[in-house]
């Protein structure tokens, strides 16, 4: 052992004599920070690709979520016209999937089904579409393909939705399926059942959470604000109007966060601490309008003790509350239950000469708290673009003859008149009718004036609240 030592010893001694030792620990130096560097790179590439993956299969989920949506409406499509809409976007949603489906680092032969069906769909679409845009009717045989493809396509939504979940979970990663092979993304897909999907509802529901705000919600960037009524205030005023709206009681001390105006409604911002000191988050934001003075939002997000208030009461103290700031004739719409939390969707309702019209694009959003009643959320976009009392057209299509342009399975369960909102930032008088096949529930809506299938939305009724798609 002595003499390894002084072996060593003489090395350095040699080393130092000859300028070298300095110039190995130079050496080793910078071999370790390119190691270093090396790693830190190829752990940087490794988790690029991995989001790059995410990315491309959580966009695969959602586009063959909208597949299975319009093969839904397809199934009820009475007119030519709706029908050929439809179906061009039935194409064109599993086009978009197909091609997510080809970024992720699988073998082909796992997912030859998949790309088969996906590409059945968009090529069957396109086909039936065509007869549609030629004033064709679609055949018995074609609704029972589309019937097949639909199911099919509930399957596939079923497994990716788990996959998801796994992933989500930790439990498969991209990089164990690309070095263990397709084989464990082929064995995940067959070991779907249905009980483990039931276990997987509730992620569901609050990914559906992130886009609810029932039918019709895509009108809340209207450039004319018709219910924006008033003119503009001054912070201080708004801060009255905050204090008014949240109550003085129930306030230990309020900060402006002054006027926002990157917005296409001007508000002034608040924040606010409460007097509940039994609440860790005892604050909450509110935003007033510039012009007119308007509540447009607010928030207050606190833990929910154990549930005592039934969605009935929960509705009925939202209305109330409506009732009370200013917002008469408002009736629930659709509703999610998250976490102790009702968020209930309450549209306006205008009494006419033909009864009780739906006015969809005044949307209000409430956030009621079901351990005690409290309104813990508001938000007003979509009345503020558009509320104003509207002089209808006069009911040109009866609701019988309304009926006789629906499909002819569909089960109704309830009818009315509604004003639904376009893409176009128009609206339409429309007979709404309420109604399943199958098992799927859908809102039918029928242009009053001229008979049209103007719109069709698949209902999802689910434990935790009813959405729309």
């Given at each position: 052992m002595g003499k390894i030592k002084e072996k060593i010893y003489d090395w350095k001694n040699r080393l130092q004599d000859r300028h070298m030792l300095s110039l190995?620990?130079?050496?080793?130096?910078?071999?370790?920070?390119?190691?270093?560097?090396?790693?830190?790179?190829?752990?940087?590439?490794?988790?690029?690709?991995?989001?790059?993956?995410?990315?491309a299969f959580f966009e695969l989920v959602d586009y063959v979520q909208n597949v299975e949506v319009y093969l839904a409406k397809s199934l009820i499509s009475s007119t030519p016209e709706h029908g050929a809409e439809t179906l061009t976007h039935l194409w064109r949603e599993a086009n978009l999937a197909q091609s997510y489906l080809g970024r992720l680092p699988m073998g082909s032969q796992e997912l030859a089904n998949t790309s088969k069906f996906l590409n059945q769909v968009?090529?069957?679409?396109?086909?039936?579409?065509?007869?549609?845009?030629y004033n064709e009717e679609l055949t018995q045989e074609d609704f029972d393909n589309l019937k097949e493809l639909h199911n099919y396509s509930i399957e596939l939504e079923n497994t990716l939705n788990q996959l998801s979940a796994d992933m989500n979970d930790g439990r498969i990663k991209w990089g164990e399926l690309t070095n263990k092979g397709s084989s464990v993304f082929a064995a995940q897909v067959s070991n779907i059942s249905k009980d483990s999907f039931n276990n997987l509802e509730e992620n569901f529901h609050e990914y559906a959470g992130l886009i609810y705000d029932g039918a019709f919600s895509e009108h809340m960037t209207s450039t004319q604000k018709k219910g924006l009524t008033g003119e503009e205030i001054s912070e201080e005023q708004a801060k009255q109007i905050a204090i008014e709206f949240v109550g003085q009681d129930k306030i230990k001390e309020i900060t402006s966060q002054g006027l926002t105006n990157n917005t296409d409604m001007p508000s002034y911002d608040f924040y606010i601490t409460l007097n509940n000191e039994k609440d860790k988050n005892?604050?909450?934001?509110?935003?007033?309008?510039?012009?007119?003075?308007?509540?447009?939002?607010?928030?207050?997000?606190?833990?929910?003790?154990?549930?005592?208030?039934?969605?009935?009461?929960?509705?009925?103290?939202?209305?109330?509350?409506?009732?009370?700031?200013?917002?008469?004739?408002?009736?629930?719409?659709y509703y999610l239950k998250q976490s102790g939390v009702l968020t209930i969707n309450y549209a306006y309702h205008q009494q006419t000469e033909n009864g009780q019209v739906t006015m969809y694009p005044d949307l209000i959003k409430l956030k009621i708290a079901l351990d005690n009643g409290e309104i813990l959320g508001i938000e007003t976009t979509g009345y503020l673009n558009s509320h104003q009392e509207r002089s209808l057209p006069e009911v040109k299509i009866t609701k019988e003859e309304a009926k006789q342009n629906l499909n002819p399975t569909l089960d109704i369960k309830?009818?009315?008149?509604?004003?639904?909102?376009?893409?176009?930032?128009?609206?339409?008088?429309?007979?709404?009718?309420?109604?399943?096949?199958?098992g799927t529930e859908f809102l039918v809506y029928i242009n009053a004036q001229t008979g049209n299938e103007e719109d069709i939305l698949v209902i999802r009724d689910t434990p935790n609240g009813t959405l729309t798609m």
């Open positions: 190995v620990v130079t050496l080793v130096a910078v071999i370790a920070i390119l190691g270093i560097y090396t790693y830190k790179r190829e752990r940087d590439y490794r988790q690029m690709t991995e989001n790059e993956y995410n990315m968009s090529d069957y679409s396109f086909s039936l579409s065509r007869k549609n845009i005892n604050s909450l934001i509110i935003s007033i309008t510039q012009k007119g003075g308007h509540v447009v939002f607010m928030n207050y997000n606190r833990e929910v003790e154990a549930e005592t208030i039934s969605q009935e009461r929960a509705n009925e103290i939202g209305i109330n509350f409506l009732n009370a700031k200013g917002f008469p004739n408002m009736k629930e719409t309830s009818e009315s008149l509604a004003v639904i909102p376009t893409e176009f930032q128009t609206e339409i008088f429309c007979w709404e009718f309420k109604g399943s096949i199958e």
